[in-house]
């Protein structure tokens, strides 16, 4: 485990993080044509705070939905969410969020990309910034890049840049829908060992939306697994291995076990 | 001399050939095309009135209107010229810009408003502005104000729509990212609207600078009063047949649209740096 960088995230020892509470959680979409698709469905899960857990299905089972009424940034039809012992009903300060596509803003640098969500907040101040931003640089490996403009960027950084971005305001709860998703093996295996680093050191509560099976397996406590039409969870399995977690784990006959496990749930 | 020596000399020319071909080869050469252009242009123009024996008071030749265009320098009539129709150019359109840039943002952000009002814009866009302008001159008589007014109106409308649809076309992602972080709108404005908005902007000033300076040309053919402007210089030249004069006019005319053209794209250079693809 690269201890380097978990220092350099500079996040608190202790976790305080709070626990997610799904209940009964029901997502109903009017389409265009005034028809009603069931997103989600009846579902209910617990995570326990500072627990890191994947939620894996096909496309269109509702994992990123669940994923966005727990940011607060969608309301459900019916059911509710808490975190810690507030009900989320709008975006909540505690949250860290990476999204899919990085989402940068072109016209600010990449250090004021990633400044973003403390200079909305207001509560730093700018030297507290600048010193917060030269540690997340350092430890998504951009560090020199954070007077340059996101256009000049790979899509692998501008990912890496988005993921310090959710790491800014030390969020105990982090939320990412497929973060790796558009990088390429290499990068991503190397992003699942940092992204582990900084959870091992502060151990924020980590729901990670992914269609990656051995990156579930890999990074996860428990990993949910969901089907489609309607959506909702048919599994919940405990990852056992060992932790830290080191990259050769990945050869290992019960690695590939959990992984095959999850694959047959899956409903295709 | 040796075969190396030769060699090496031979090395050297084609390096500074390379140079002169690189940087100041380029320049000339570009500097040379332009030269060439211009007399090119003017010998054609010479030809043609010759060839054709037009009358010098239909079609003046460029002898006469370079001898119109010294004498309107010398005498200072042309910088007081220049200096009232820019001054009403950029007035109206700084007041136009403003204007048109602060009800976008209100409508954008307050819908009802924008719902109210959205048939009373198409409708007054419709109407040509320059048809408006005896109006004008009726309400703000035939002093500057009235053609700042004009300036104003034909500016006006781009800038609206244009920004509008600017402050409109932020992504969906880019909305979500600022509710998550608990942007407040205001920070949304500042920081995502409006520069999403901002080569929207730049596209309206482009197309409507330019019609700025034909406005308070228009205007001043309409009606002026003491305040002698290039629209009425031309007037005056065309009440005593000098064609030369309005020829002369017209090339300097021609010369700040461009130039006033020339100064919003590099703004908009300098301001949208960032949007460029790399």
Redesign the interface.
Known sequence: MNMQFSQAAGLPTSSKASPIHVSALTKVFRTRTGDEVMALADTTFKIAGGEFVSIVGPSGCGKSTVMRII???IDASKGAVLLGKDVVT??S?E?G?A?Q?A?L???LTVARNIA??AE??GRKSEAEIAARVEQLLAMVRLTGVGQR?P??LSGGMQQRVSIARALMTEPSVLLMDEPFGALDALTREHMHDELLAIWEYSHPTVVFITHDIAEAVYLSDRVLVMAARPGRVVADIRIDLPRPRQADIRGEARFARLGAEIRALIPH | MTDEKAGGTAAIAATLAGLQNSRLGTITQQVTIKILQLLGGILAWELLVQGLDVDPRIVPGPAEVLQSLWALTISGILIGAIWITMQETVIGFVIGAVLGIGLAVILSEVPVLKAILQPYIVALQAVPKVAVAPLFLIWFGFGMESKIALVISILFFPVLVNTMAGLEST?E??M????????TRW?TLL??KA?VALPFVFAAFEVSLVLALTAAVVAELLGSGTLVGLGTLIKIYDARMNSAGIFAVLIVLSVLGVALHAIVVAASRHFLS?????
Do not use: D, H, T
């Open positions: 940011a607060g940034l709008a975006p300060p949250i969020i999204f596509k989402v803003l072109p016209w973003l969500p909305l907040e403009y256009g000049e | 992504s992602e880019q979500e990212l600022m509710k998550a972080y608990r942007a920070q920081r995502v520069y960032w949007s460029r693809p790399v």
